[in-house]
């Protein structure tokens, strides 16, 4: 007759001996989560392991944990254990991404796997769900891939704390993904956007010029446009230190991509001059002020003034949508013109990518340590 529970071993730092935990049998074999029976025989453990049952101890009760008790508290922001880890060890995880992972989970992931128990969660289960949400051909490739890469930290974070043995859905891969291209602006368009004395009537409001101009010669993003303050504007560079959310304020930038950016004389020129007659003038007041000197123009404000630009120039809405334009194309656009004109690594320094590969994907062309990117601003943008 099988045994209720199964032992093994694990090494701890006193004096290097290895300990037995014990793991017991529950409802169709599954284990419970293990616990230690602090002996370092393999017969004192058994002993200790019948004792533990003999007396009716109190078992643990992971094995007949549901998926949905498990994920109770998950990507809430404020009480997500898994989030709090993250922020204790350094990571960066805002609340707008832990926002969008909770609406998966709730929209996605419950529905389909909350009632069954966490230990009986299996690989087949989840190739037939994604497969599923891909024949109904509401959602993206890209979205059900996020949905399921949220399944995957969620599975993946009960093997790290020993409730699961194994993540059943490591073995399902993504599905292919065919992103739209996203659609750049040439130096002919530029120059036409950019031009001083057409500047008040194509932008109107020397906010959504100057926002868009730090972007087009930085490859900064909408957020972090937002988010600069005064006292991060300095003689050739600015500090990117901050994301603007309008939902949740500011932040880390993404990927905590924290660094400082050369701007050419031009760019300086704009940003000094629209901080000279704004009527928040504390450094800590943001450059792209908005209601206030603590709130930027909104996100929508901004877009909505690009569109605008964009159509006296003559890229009419049709053409916007064709081409694929949003605020996102200067990034794109800034590591197009400057690829290939500065080391990869400098030009990874200032847009704050973090492999060659997200380079690699922002390419449309088939402060310090920085000069050769600021000489080639100077080129583009005077």
């Keep these: 007759m099988a045994k209720p529970f199964y032992l093994h071993k694990r090494t701890t730092k006193r004096k290097g001996r290895p300990v037995y935990y014990v793991q017991f049998r529950g409802e169709g074999g599954a284990r419970s989560s293990a616990i230690s029976t602090g002996q370092t025989s393999k017969g004192a453990a058994e002993a200790w392991a019948i ?23 998950w990507w809430i922001y404020d009480k997500c254990p898994y989030i709090k880890g993250k922020l204790a ?13 909770r609406s998966y989970l709730d929209r996605h992931v419950l529905p389909e796997f909350g009632k069954i128990k966490l230990m009986s969660i299996n690989p087949r289960m989840i190739e037939v769900w994604v497969m599923g ?10 979205t059900i ?9 969620m599975l993946q974070e009960a093997v790290r704390l020993q409730i699961l043995q194994l993540n059943p859905a490591s073995p399902i891969g993504e599905l292919k993904e065919e992103p739209k291209k996203r659609g ?3 130096l002919d368009d530029m120059r036409r956007l950019f031009e001083p004395e057409a500047a008040r009537e194509i932008w109107g409001d020397p906010r959504h010029f100057t926002a868009n101009l730090l972007a087009a010669s930085t490859g900064m993003r909408l957020g972090e446009v937002q988010g600069l303050k ?7 560079y600015v500090q990117v230190l901050h994301s603007w959310d309008d939902r949740y304020g500011l932040s880390q930038p993404k990927w905590n991509s924290v660094r400082e950016i050369p701007i050419p004389s031009k760019v300086l020129d704009a940003l000094q001059l629209l901080i000279a007659h704004s009527p928040y003038q504390e450094p800590d007041h943001l450059v792209i002020w908005g209601r206030d000197g603590d709130h930027p123009l909104t996100k929508t404000t901004l877009l909505a003034g690009l569109r605008r630009a964009l159509s006296r120039v003559g890229i009419l809405e049709a053409d916007q949508k064709s081409r694929n334009l949003c605020f996102h194309s200067w990034r794109h656009g800034f ?6 004109k500065v080391p990869d690594e400098q030009l990874r320094r200032a847009t704050g990518h973090k492999t060659l590969a997200m380079s690699d994907n922002y390419d449309h062309a088939g402060a310090e340590h920085l000069a050769d990117v600021l000489a080639v601003q100077e080129q583009l943008f005077s």
């Design 51 to 73: 004792d533990f049952l003999r007396k009716g101890g109190s078992l643990p009760t992971q094995g007949r944990m549901t998926f949905e008790q498990y994920a109770a508290d």
């Design 89 to 101: 060890r350094g990571f960066n995880i805002s609340k707008g991404y832990a926002v969008v992972r």
């Design 133 to 142: 949400l891909k024949d109904e051909g509401r959602l993206s490739p890209a």
């Design 145 to 153: 891939n996020r949905i399921l890469g949220t399944l995957k930290v």
């Design 184 to 186: 750049v602006l040439g």
């Design 230 to 236: 005064i006292r991060h504007v300095c003689p050739g």
């Design 335 to 340: 590591n197009t013109l400057v690829r290939g």
